[in-house]
């Protein structure tokens, strides 16, 4: 009986590649054993069904980011070392064109933390350039938020949403804050604080009942059903 070898040195001795090459077939999700992708190059074989996939690319793993719905009833902190995402939980709606992949749920950044008690749109992400764009220019890029109030908005209140706040003993960036509906505001801010919606509200005689993140710069969470996530396309850009 042959004894078991590791895949990445059965697959380059099939195809005749270097064993680094094949760790990267293995890795990019290219393999399959018995049918069953495997993307551990130290996966254990023995007398199995290799194959590399006819599209098979040497090219090396594109860094992601990951657009996340968070679900109202989900409004506990989430912690940035355990991610709410997987495989079972993608979008079936993600037309990115990007292939899941293991390596993909590893090494994920939580950016720009949602409001306390909110749902909506989060960012998890592997690429330092969305980190950069994300965190050092955090008090240009404009989040919007869609929030159900109740109570009585005092006189000017309004006004005084848009501009003439402060929070944390700072004065507030001027902001785009409108009526909806008779309950519900929309809030276009920059440079948002985590509990920042929630006191703008409660200095003009409201309550947040709900708060609900939806776009963050140029991205929107458009139609992403709650506790899903999708990829962001290559051509998006926050």
Known sequence: MTEPVRLAKRLAEIVSCSRREAELYVEGGWVTVDGQVVQEPQFRVGQQKIVLHPDASLAPVELV??????????TAEIDSNKPPINIDNHAADDFSGIRPIKRHFSRLSKVLPIEPNASGLMVFTQD?????????????????????????LEPH?????????????RSLSPARVSWQNETRLRFAVKGTQPGQIAHMCKCVGLVAKFIKRIRIGKVSMAKLPPGKWRYLPASGRF
């Open 65 to 74: 980011t990951m657009l996340y719905h968070h679900p109202l009833e989900a």
């Open 128 to 152: 330092w350039r969305v980190l950069r764009k994300l965190v050092d220019d955090a008090a240009t890029v404009e989040q919007e938020y869609i929030v159900e109030v109740e109570g009585q």
């Open 157 to 169: 209140g309004l006004k005084q949403l848009n501009h003439g706040l402060s929070f944390n003993g």
